[in-house]
């Protein structure tokens, strides 16, 4: 028998065979090295992808638990969008076949509530959601989380990224203490980290991938002539590596409005981050920047400070910081969560010094590469995935994010998938969506109402 055979975990003989029915025999990585816990009761968190095997790993790990016989709400999944709450329902139920009588029942936005308060009446075993709905439940008292022992955040970073913290945060409260606590993510920003300290006792971490250190992160080096031989060596970086997210450092604050000023010039999707931007100008290029409507954020040290923006495919030095220590701590915001990081660092004859201070290991002559060659800047330069829109409601008109998501998304509309980050300031939202369905997204959130109210939505150009 295999080590990563179902067959070596203590498993109901009745899922055991299922399994095998489905044709599940070796497990996935991530299910051999979290079932063990899961099964022995322990809180898991885990770095999983779709694909994975996520979904049976803690699928089998709330089904082996499940009293069939006590019919009350045992296990609440919480995922970011309907269509993943859909795909896990669907999955649960196939693991579950052997077991009689197991109700599974789904709670999601953009549906009507009033079926759903229906189901509820009927009970069920295990409730599969997005938070916005369940929280509607609880409120409504529709739902009782009392009796739950096993408790599931999928895509946990998507769903902060969505702004259902709040509504998590209140779903919690009212389960009981004494329970079980999965969390599932692709990354692990500081969020999820302070999240998993608030939810769960002593969790057994599980990585599949390996995550980095400041050693994993490449550096290259080029030696530039002057400032316009910087500004263009800038581009051909740029447009060789395509990156998706990438942050460009300058030393100061008018330089960053320049070279934000000649990369649009160039046909680049870039924004000035400093401190002479109002609150409402700053929110917004950070929101556009970490949503990927914007591709390129050039900052100085002091603006970037706090920026919370995961998986950047790259840092630039368009000069040299000034200390070894801040060239380490920008250089450490590229490649998180388990992705190798790319630093691309510029210099001139003057700041030769600079880099041959910043690590004994890097020669200032030796190291330096040849830039891309010049024929590149006839390529057109890379357009953002996502585009931002602008709804003119925000908390203190009581929206929230699965009001907009439901709107976008309920009855011909757009795909979950191509809904990205949503974002909730005081007296106004904004949510990435694909750029190749803009139009439908407008039209739906212009049309329908949220809160039933009608808000003025637009696009914010790039
Ligand atoms: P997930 O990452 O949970 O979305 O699962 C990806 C797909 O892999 C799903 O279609 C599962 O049915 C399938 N799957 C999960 N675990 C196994 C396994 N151990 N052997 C074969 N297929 C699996």
Redesign the pocket.
């Known amino acids: 028998m295999s080590q990563t055979a179902f067959s070596t975990l203590k498993l109901h003989a009745a899922l055991l065979k299922n399994l095998s029915s489905l044709?599940?025999?070796?497990?996935?990585p991530i299910?051999a090295q979290s079932l063990p816990h899961i099964l022995a009761g322990k809180d898991v968190i885990a770095q999983?992808k779709?694909?994975?095997?996520?979904?049976?790993a803690f699928g089998l790990g709330l089904l082996e638990k499940l009293d069939v016989k006590r019919f009350r709400v045992q296990s609440l999944v919480l995922c970011p969008t309907r269509e993943l709450a859909d795909?896990v329902a669907k999955?649960i139920r196939?693991l579950a076949r052997a077991i009689h009588n197991i109700k599974v029942l789904t709670l999601c936005g953009g549906m009507s509530i009033g079926p759903q308060i229906g189901s509820l009446e009927h009970g069920a075993h295990i409730i599969v959601g997005t938070p916005g709905r369940i929280e509607d439940h609880l409120n409504k008292g529709t739902l009782q989380l009392n009796n739950v022992n096993m408790l599931i955040l999928d895509e946990a970073d998507r769903m902060l990224d969505m702004g259902f913290q709040a509504a998590i945060d209140a779903i919690i409260d009212q389960t009981p203490e004494q329970r079980q606590t999965l969390l599932f993510s692709a990354t692990f920003p500081d969020q999820i980290q302070s999240i998993a300290k608030r939810i769960m006792v002593k969790p057994v971490m599980v990585q599949v991938a390996s995550t980095h250190d400041n050693a994993s992160i490449q550096q290259h080096f080029f030696k530039v002539e002057n400032n316009e031989h910087r500004l263009t060596a800038l581009c051909l970086l740029l447009l060789q590596h395509r990156p998706e997210s990438a942050l460009v450092f300058c030393n100061t604050k008018r330089e960053t409005q320049e070279v934000a000023d000649e990369l649009l010039h160039f046909g680049f999707s870039a924004l000035a981050l400093h401190g002479d931007l109002e609150q409402r100008d700053r929110d917004q290029t950070l929101v556009r920047f970490a949503n990927k409507s914007v591709s390129i954020l050039v900052a100085t040290d002091v603006a970037a400070r706090g920026l919370d923006i995961d998986a950047l495919d790259a840092v630039i030095n368009y000069h040299i910081a000034h200390e070894s220590e801040g060239h380490v701590h920008r250089i450490g915001r590229t490649g998180r969560a388990g992705s190798k990081g790319t630093a691309y660092s510029l210099y001139s004859g003057k700041e030769s010094y600079k880099v041959a201070s910043l690590d004994a290991n890097v020669d200032p002559i030796l190291d330096s590469e040849s830039l891309p060659p010049l024929s590149l800047l006839e390529e057109s330069a890379m357009k953002p995935l996502m585009a931002t829109l602008q709804i003119d409601g925000g908390k203190k008109q009581k929206v929230r994010p699965g009001d907009i998501l439901g709107a976008l998304t309920g009855k011909n509309g757009i795909a979950g998938k191509q809904v990205g980050k949503i974002q909730i300031f005081d007296n106004w939202a904004y949510v990435a969506v694909s750029q190749d369905v803009v139009q439908p997204a407008l039209k739906k959130l212009g049309e329908g109402k949220l809160k039933g109210r009608s808000f003025r939505v637009r696009l914010i150009h790039g």
């Open positions: 044709g599940y025999e070796e497990m996935t299910q999983g779709t694909g994975s095997g996520k979904t049976a795909q999955e196939r």
